[in-house]
């Protein structure tokens, strides 16, 4: 099962535009991650939220997270070309080490 | 570092027969999991080791499937007999206890069973 579903499932904008994904989970996590993954390649860790934190930056990437709605987002701020790909949370569920993936969203920007 | 490596990359295969993927995790991470990613069911964990112990296996789906980790630097996927059903692209990742956990994927093994 997925703890984890994405919205939207699919977003297209121009490049230098903002993107912002949404993840809903249904347990308490202690952590929450987000991935992404290029056509036909494995998932890149992007970035780590820990439960006690709200925000988080590295670079174009803003998370936050709210524990109380059981949500997170992460934006992408002047969205490139090479920023084309599918996002995905991911939450542990247990076992600090083991996640669940979420649904995914799928990105797409145009030059 | 080469990161996670994995083989083959493609595999066509007959219904029926044998199908083994090989992962050869990051140096030093104590942990190995193995993903099975398809349109319909998305990104599934199917099994987890730590420290080359399987902790959890549920996500496997029959007993066609078994996994082992006979040591630190190297680890074998195993359908037997494998079905069409089985068609996905199989990730493996590591990651380690001491580095912030996060997963570390693998390019996959792309399965195609006819």
């Known amino acids: 099962s997925q703890q984890g579903e994405e919205d939207p499932q699919a977003l297209s904008i121009q490049e230098g535009e903002n993107a912002t994904m949404n993840c809903s989970y249904k347990?308490?996590?202690?952590?929450l991650q987000w991935y992404r993954q290029n056509s036909g390649r494995g998932l890149v860790h992007l970035i780590l939220i820990r439960s006690n934190e709200r925000e988080k930056h590295s670079g174009r990437l803003r998370v936050t997270l709210d524990t109380s709605k059981k949500s997170s987002s992460l934006l992408i701020t002047a969205s490139r070309a090479a920023d084309t790909a599918s996002y995905f949370c991911?939450?542990?569920?247990?076992?600090?080490?083991?996640?669940?993936f979420g649904t995914g969203t799928k990105l797409q920007v145009i030059p | 570092d080469a990161g996670v490596i994995q083989s083959p990359r493609h595999e066509v295969t007959e219904m029926g027969q044998e199908v083994t993927l090989r992962c050869k995790p990051i140096?030093?991470?104590?942990?190995l999991f193995w993903y099975r990613q398809t349109m319909m069911r998305g990104l599934e964990l199917l099994i987890y080791?730590?420290?080359?112990?399987?902790?959890?296996d549920s996500g496997m789906p029959e007993d066609r499937f078994s996994a082992k980790m006979p040591n630190a630097s190297f680890s074998t996927l195993k359908i037997q007999p494998s079905e069409p059903r089985d068609s996905a692209v199989y990730f493996c990742?590591?990651?380690?206890?001491?580095?912030?956990?996060?997963?570390?994927f693998g390019p996959g093994t792309r399965l195609t069973v006819l």
């Open positions: 080791f730590n420290n080359n112990v399987p902790i959890d």
């Open positions: 347990t308490s996590i202690n952590n």
């Open positions: 991911a939450t542990d569920s247990g076992g600090y080490q083991k996640v669940t």
């Open positions: 990742a590591s990651s380690s206890t001491l580095a912030g956990g996060w997963q570390f």
């Open positions: 140096s030093g991470h104590d942990y």
